[in-house]
């Protein structure tokens, strides 16, 4: 069965570096998500992206965040200067269709800045 | 704001003992009520997606159903391994976000 996946499992970061956090959707899917979670909290949306263009976005995706599809099976999500609020599990959802499609989630990227 | 309130936080049972948890939503026009199963350290997996007042979905002890303003996952004879957080996510108006409630933590004792 189709998986997303992502990379690192695990990440720990200094304060002020740059972090690149990887996802490959489902291969048949074009709308990519990433979430996260902060530990103890809920699940919370962070962008939605499609045709290569963010579609919507939450308050927490700020000019540090960025996106990117380089290629036809990567996702990437860019922090460019960390900060230790950001620690948190970031998971990347993929979903065939439109946002009403179910939405499938990776087994998550755990950052620690530190 | 789109709200997503589950109840209770946790829930212990055992074995066999079914029982109910509950996610009522605020939202303006939903378009769709998801559950899904999070064990600790893993990403949310999917299990139900839920349209319309009155639809049911049923998945081996698990069943779903969904009121104007609720939704619940019932659980008929759980077993150890069904032991994890339900999580219940919302869309609504034009949005794809989901909107997620802060999860159930469901312990079945054998």
Redesign the interface.
């Known amino acids: 069965e189709p998986e997303?996946t992502q990379t690192p499992s695990h990440q720990v970061t200094q304060m002020g570096q740059e972090v690149i956090l990887r996802c490959v959707p489902i291969s048949n899917h074009l709308?990519f998500?990433w979430?996260r979670q902060i530990l103890g909290?809920?699940?919370?949306?962070l962008v939605?992206f499609y045709n290569n263009e963010i579609?919507?976005k939450?308050e927490i995706f700020d000019d540090q965040f960025s996106v990117e599809r380089p290629d036809g099976s990567n996702f990437t999500l860019k922090i460019r200067s960390t900060k230790l609020e950001d620690s948190a599990?970031y998971?990347c959802a993929s979903s065939k269709d439109?946002?009403?499609e179910?939405?499938?989630?990776?087994?998550?990227t755990?950052l620690l800045v530190l | 704001e789109d709200q997503v309130t589950q109840s209770p936080e946790a829930l212990r049972l055992q074995e066999g003992e079914s029982s109910s948890l509950n996610c009522s939503y605020t939202v303006s026009g939903l378009r769709g009520l998801f559950w899904y199963r999070q064990d600790p350290g893993k990403g949310p997996e999917f299990l139900f997606t839920l349209y319309s007042a009155g639809e049911e979905k049923e998945k081996e002890r698990l069943k779903a159903t969904l009121t104007k303003k609720e939704s619940f996952l019932h659980i008929t004879a759980p077993k150890p391994e069904d032991s994890a957080t339900y999580l219940c996510a919302v869309q609504a108006g034009g949005s794809e976000k989901l909107v997620f409630g802060k999860g159930t933590k469901l312990t079945v004792n054998p």
């Open positions: 997303v709308y998500y979430y909290q809920k699940v919370e949306f939605s579609s919507e939450s599990m998971f439109r946002g009403w179910t939405q499938y989630f990776g087994p998550g755990r």
